[in-house]
């Protein structure tokens, strides 16, 4: 038991670089989150719904994360914040990162059949803050879903999908990054660079920028002097006949 707590720790320190150790990530709302889920999801399953409602309600308070106690959440889920809320037949894989203030929500069946009427989220998943996932739609394997997107088609593997309604970009799923990149955007620049290190960058990219500036200038003055100095020379004379 402590050895699956330790290793949900540090998937989650993997994941977020603003923890420095275990300890802060076992403070996070998201945890509690999942793990009252667990304590609610087999009072649910064991039938006793009741039971299983009043856990769901106090972390609800506690967290400010819903989840239902029939949700269905592999490993390593994380909740990065909160304000999320994840409905009764959603279906979650292992390693699924979830930003703040995303709704796994149902559709209205058209047949009248409760069923499956939530997402499923395959593994290695990441959804963006404010994303809208609603109805019984399959997000494949490593897909992200962009900030503030509305997805209601099922997204294949690797894509990443933004707007609203939700689109595909222009990256193939070939080449999308395969490891996992907090926030779902890569970039050069460290989360958490030191005071003005970005200003000292563009700083001397503009000193080099200007000094290529100068530079070219000067190459286009001398190529206009000698071009001056070609004009203004006097002609040379014909030969001379025998």
Request: hydrophobic share 40%; proline share 6%; glycine share 10%.
């Amino acid at each position: 038991m402590f050895g699956k707590l330790v290793r949900y720790l540090d998937s989650i320190v993997a994941r977020d670089p603003a923890p420095r150790s275990r300890w802060e990530v076992l403070l996070y709302p998201g945890v509690w989150a999942l793990f009252f889920h667990r304590i609610s999801h087999r009072l649910f399953n064991a039938r006793l719904f009741f039971l299983a409602r009043a856990v769901n309600h106090f972390a609800r308070f506690t967290t400010a994360i819903d989840i239902h106690p029939g949700a269905t959440i592999g490993k390593n889920f994380f909740i990065d914040h909160g304000f999320t809320v994840i409905g009764e037949t959603a279906h979650i894989g292992d390693n699924v990162t979830i930003y703040q203030c995303v709704t796994l929500g149902g559709s209205n069946p058209t047949n009248g059949v409760g069923g499956k009427r939530h997402p499923t989220l395959e593994d290695n998943v990441i959804v963006g803050s404010g994303a809208q996932i609603i109805g019984p739609v399959t997000i494949g394997k490593r897909a992200r879903i962009g900030a503030s997107a509305v997805v209601t088609e099922s997204v294949p593997e690797g894509a990443t999908m933004i707007g609203v309604k939700a689109r595909s970009t222009l990256v193939t799923a070939e080449t999308y990054a395969k490891k996992f990149i907090p926030y779902g955007t890569p970039c050069r620049e460290p989360c958490e660079p030191a005071p003005n290190q970005r200003v000292d960058e563009l700083e001397e990219q503009i000193e080099a920028l200007r000094k290529e500036v100068v530079a070219m200038t000067q190459a286009l003055g001398a190529a206009h002097e000698a071009l001056e100095r070609a004009a203004r020379a006097p002609e040379e004379p014909a030969c001379k006949g025998v």
